[in-house]
């Protein structure tokens, strides 16, 4: 199986994949109005980024045998939560953020209410692009990935996760109070992304099952590895402010943990995500190479 593994080119996959992404999410925008609306959202859907989220989604449909292009529309609205999530969470009245993938936040050139707006809009623009601009695929499916985004973008997921997130700042916080911050905040929605994405493939509740457990695993994963970038990268790189934590007085993994175990609880976790996908060695190739990708990233 590693041979296997090895031979894959995840960086030609992933240059791909993005590449696939990034021309949906430029399709997926216009032309509404008012003109100012349209240019907030661009602004920031299209400012670049990972696009784990999306690429995520497109290759858990891949895994479940489904065809990729049937599931653009759905890894589109998975980007675009996400995107209205950190405009939001950039805000002054949440975590008062000025630099965001690389260039002032959105409400630093829109102003405040625009920002807001443009992440509504976003937001229920995602609903439209599973409801309405998905083609051939069984309408309970799509209501089943309609109900996953519902759960994910509201209470039980990212707003529930930023309250306590927000309550918490400036206090003593236990391990278990953030992983609850982070598995709603962050792992909610990279577990909606293979959900939806092997939904759109036609996923058993087998392979649903094994995606959970891969998807809580990458989930606090990836979390970790962002509280360690804050403390070890520089803002250039990373493309948002680094050393946020510390000045907003925030608990993270390496407060708690200290920076190598926080790193080896990070590859612990995703040893474990990449585990539940064993039955599956040659389909899950990419998602394997993304969750060893989560614990080497630099950004
Ligand atoms: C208004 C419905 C509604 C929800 C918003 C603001 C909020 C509730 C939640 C905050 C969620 C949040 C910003 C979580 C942080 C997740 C995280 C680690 C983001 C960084 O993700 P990357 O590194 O970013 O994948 P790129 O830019 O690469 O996409």
Same mark, same amino acid.
């Given at each position: 199986m590693q041979e296997a593994i090895a031979s894959f080119d995840f960086a030609d996959y992933l240059e791909k994949a993005r590449a696939r992404v990034e021309d949906a999410l430029d399709a997926s &925008?216009? $032309?509404?109005?008012?003109e100012k609306l349209r240019e907030s959202m661009r602004y920031s859907l299209l400012a670049g980024g990972k696009r784990l989220r999306p690429i995520l989604c497109l290759a858990a449909c891949e895994l479940a045998g489904g065809e990729v292009e049937k599931a653009l529309p759905t890894a589109v609205a998975l980007e675009m939560i996400h995107t209205m999530s950190l405009i939001h969470d950039d805000l002054p009245s949440m975590d008062?953020?000025? &630099? /965001?993938r690389g260039r002032p936040t959105n409400h630093k050139v829109y102003g405040d209410a625009v920002a807001i707006l443009a992440g509504d809009a976003l937001l229920t623009r995602a609903f439209e692009m599973v409801a309405? /601009?998905?083609?051939?695929? $069984?309408s309970e499916r799509l209501l089943k990935i309609v109900g996953e985004l519902s759960l994910v973008a509201g209470a039980p997921g990212l707003v529930g996760g930023q309250v306590v997130d927000l309550d918490c700042e400036g206090k003593e916080v236990d391990l278990e109070t953030l992983e609850y911050i982070h598995l709603h905040k962050t792992g909610a929605l990279l577990k909606a992304c293979v959900t939806c994405g092997a939904l759109i493939g036609g996923a058993d509740e087998n392979l649903l099952e094994a995606l959970s457990v891969y998807a809580k695993g990458i989930g606090l994963a990836f979390q970790i590895i962002d509280d360690i970038l804050d403390v070890t990268a520089s803002s250039e790189v990373l493309g948002k402010t680094a050393g946020k934590d510390l000045i907003a007085d925030k608990t993270t993994y390496p407060k708690l943990l200290g920076l190598e175990e926080s790193r080896r609880r990070a590859e612990l976790l995703v040893a474990k995500a990449k585990n539940a996908l064993n039955p599956w060695p040659e389909q899950s190739k990419p998602l394997l190479a993304l969750a060893d990708y989560i614990t080497s990233r630099d950004r």
């Open positions: &925008l216009g $032309p509404e109005k008012p008062n953020d000025d &630099l /965001r309405i /601009r998905t083609k051939g695929i $069984p």
